[in-house]
């Protein structure tokens, strides 16, 4: 057991009489000989979100000792950018007071300083330390959402720029994601607002009816759509000046199968900058694309010599008109123009392509870098012969004329071949160093079957060059 402790009345009383005793004395003695004059000790900023995107912001005001008079015309604001920045509230007491500063409009800086007409004292009635204080903290007011710089994404890892609603024939196992601005990066990658976390990347495909159910990454996936996975997420901020990009593995880093996606990056569950502007003003970003079907080259023949039914019912194909482009080939007599043919994920549709050429969308477009590939018939579907029924007759070292917008890019041919249907490693071969072109037709009629048993494959190299 415990002894009870006992303090009696008359103790109790004496020690109050001393503390009151020794608290006066002191303060009585300080009051008459206090001749310091008040200064300022240090003006903080109130919250540790800075930058900060708040309409109203507060800042800490540390004096040395006791003062009064503290208010809102002691103060003044220096800002830069912001415009419409006001001191709204100042409260407090003894040596320390809060000052309240609505942050107007724009983005930029404000400081609170004490002014040099400030009029404060301590409790002897010394005014303060004249000539004010401007050595506190600043804020940085960022209001601007973040963007994601769309004319920078690209797929990974081999550099392809991903369009809205564009055709690609290409790996990808990963995005990278440019934003406008630093964005907010808490350790780790579980916080909702994390540029890390997986959960702000969403991959989605329409599933078995076709269409995009999904709506934002705030609804997360509907229907039959199919997530695919997202993440890990490895952001870089190149030291705080930029690029500032994250990139995101997706399908557990294994390459993008044919088929139509959309990339949501989102604004809704949510992407923000450092001052916690959600991205996009609140809203997703999404990027539509399709992966080609690169396992068969295309189909560009019909029965020679005879009309052969197709199905009118069905829509033709809209090619694109790539303007005043066309393909010279001199010793075949052929000139043609050369049309855009879509790609799907089922691959290109030459049926209507008639005495055009195809560039078949998603190989290099035809004069720039890369492997570019043209198509066109041996025979149309009226059993006539198309630009490309001698296409087997061209021979190393043979011309063909490209002509673009009234220049002029003379080709001469480096291989010739003949490949199976789906041998397609050689006719999309990746290329680099230049502009080449490939020439793809079918060869090889089977007429017991109505079918071509080969392509013809001619690969072109500019003319001069090896
Ligand atoms: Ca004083
Ligand atoms: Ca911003
Ligand atoms: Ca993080
Ligand atoms: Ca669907």
Known sequence: MQPRKFFPFGSLLTVGLLLFSLAAAPLKTIRALDVDPPYVVAILLGADENPTNKSSVEFWVYFNETVTGVNAADFTLTTSGVIGAAITRVGGSGRSYWVVVNTGSGNGTIRLDLSAAAVIQDLAGNPIVPGGYTGGETYTVDKIPPEVYLDELKGLPEDKHIQDWGFYLAYITAFEIHFSEDMKNPLGNLYLEDVTNPYNYMLIQPGPDGYFDTLSCDGGRKKDDVSLSTGPVVYKRHGGTGPFTAEVTVNNGIPLSRGIYRLFICGTTTLQDRAGNAINGGGDVTVTFTIGDTSLLPATGFAPGKVTAVDSASARTAYASLGDLWLEIPSLGVRASIVGVPGTAQGWDTLWLGNQVGWLEGTAFPSWEGNAVLTAHVYGYDG????????????????????????????????????????????????????????????????????????RVVRLAPAGSR
């Open 384 to 455: 006539r012969p198309g630009p490309f029924v001698h296409l087997n007759q061209l021979a190393y070292g043979d011309w063909v004329i490209l002509h673009v917008y009234g220049q002029e890019y003379v080709f001469t041919v480096r291989t010739s071949r003949q490949v199976r249907p789906e041998d397609t490693a050689f006719a999309f071969e990746h290329l680099e160093g230049g502009p080449y072109l490939t020439l793809i037709t079918c060869q090889g009629y089977d007429a017991a079957n109505d079918t071509y048993l080969y392509r």
